[in-house]
């Protein structure tokens, strides 16, 4: 019997930690998360996804919440339990060394490493169009995933795939990886990255949403839609949210509506047109567009923002 600490925080990473779980030959006696945080306009303290399906389902799981590992409480408590690994995924926190030395770290990263080593690989691969997408097990340094490569799973990416369901499908596909790398982990010969070929993906910013339909190409805000939708999500200066859009042909002048059809309406970008299905106007709920577009008395050639 294999003993693990768990160190994620996201639905990524319960995917990976329900996947050990129901593994026979593995125990899991720690989760380390982090804190619970204040959401949505109301501010409710909120647990994270790891810390609320071990609650939901009363597993017997220690969870252990440090706003920092840089203390030698957290070393200590996180050492206390023994663990013949420490499986990583979208922790948040970058493991000081003397984590590190307890016991091999194991990263489960959302990309093909070394592309899109930090903050965002996954919607990083939406908003550069590529071709595949996947997972990388990695032995974990003090590096930001620069580790040792242990193995890695990918799948060719449908065109239409928006990050929820890129999420899931990379979290599932993540946890048969944890697997296949703890059962084989002596027997694996870990493959430095090559360096000349990495990149990074930066943080995510709510600024990142903004979008302009006279400066962007329709596939330009399409794409942005796929990355990051529902958050920070697609909005233009007035705070207007763009909620259901589709990429379609279309020519004209651009932040022009050249139709109105029955539950859409038809905008022209700086190249080409999208269907935009539902808005959400600032401070307010999501609407049908044709009820936003009834409420400001726009007609065709009209701009919408």
Known sequence: MRRIVFMGTPD?????????????????????TQPDKPVGRKQVLTPPHTKAYILENSLNIEIYQPNTLKTED????????KPDFIVVAAYGQIL??????????????????????????????????????????MLMEEGLDTGDILGFSY????????????????S???AKLTIKTLNNFHNIEPL??????????????KQDGLISFSNQSAREIYTKFRAYDPWPGLFVD??????????IKGIGKPNTIIAIETNSIVVTCKEG????????????????????????RLEVGSSLV
Request: aromatic letters at 8%; charged letters at 25%; one cysteine or more.
């Open 273 to 296: 047109a999208l269907r935009i299905k539902s808005v959400q106007p600032s401070s307010k709920k999501q609407m049908n567009v044709i009820d936003y577009v009834r409420g400001k």
């Open 96 to 137: 000081p060394k003397n984590i590190l030395d307890i016991a091999p770290c194991i990263n489960l990263h959302a990309s093909l490493l070394p592309q899109y080593r930090g903050a965002s690989p996954i919607q990083s691969s939406l908003l550069n169009e590529d071709k595949f997408a996947g997972v990388t097990s």
């Open 12 to 32: 990524y990473a319960t995917n990976i930690l329900k996947g050990l779980v129901e593994f026979n030959d593995i125990e899991v006696p720690l989760l380390v």
């Open 155 to 170: 799948f060719k990416l449908d065109e239409e795939i928006k990050v929820d369901k890129l999420f899931e499908k990379l």
């Open 172 to 174: 599932n596909m993540a």
């Open 192 to 205: 430095k990255q090559n360096s000349s070929d990495t990149s990074y993906a930066k943080k995510i910013k």
């Open 74 to 81: 957290a070393y200590e408590y996180i050492n206390s339990f």
């Open 238 to 247: 007035s705070g207007l949210k763009l909620k259901d859009i589709e990429l």
